[in-house]
């Protein structure tokens, strides 16, 4: 059982950044891939980005690709997301998920078994 916190979250002008961390508890971090997802009123819920359990590999939604960076921190079993150059269209609520993994990322929510509570993320035009 893994347990995840998201937090980070909040209001920024289009253009700005912000920083998404997710703190882990529970099993051994490491063991886990983890990835980002967001989801939106009236919209399903989409992949940002995930991160293999080395840190090693990583992928991004074509959306968010050269504005959002993946990293992970496994001695502070922190995982955390890079936000720059936002848009209002990345207007949502963040969540932050794992699963047990070798080397593979994995970028659909039911790949996924434990999930944070979400952080809300909102971008003024």
């Known amino acids: 059982q893994v347990q995840l916190v998201d937090s980070g979250g909040g209001l920024v002008q289009a253009g700005g950044s912000l920083r998404l961390s997710c703190a882990a508890s529970g099993r051994t971090f490491s063991n886990y891939a983890m990835g980002w997802f967001r989801q939106a009123p009236g919209k399903e819920r989409e992949f940002v980005a995930a991160v293999s359990w080395s840190g090693g590999s990583t992928h991004y939604a074509d959306s968010v690709k050269g504005r959002f960076t993946i990293s992970r921190d496994n001695a502070k079993n922190t995982v955390n997301l890079q936000m720059n150059s936002l848009k209002p269209e990345d207007t949502a609520l963040y969540y932050c998920?794992?699963?047990?993994?070798?080397?593979?990322?994995?970028?659909?929510?039911?790949?996924?078994?434990?999930w944070g509570q979400g952080t809300q993320v909102t971008v003024s035009s």
């Open positions: 998920a794992a699963r047990s993994s070798n080397s593979y990322v994995y970028t659909r929510p039911e790949q996924y078994n434990f």
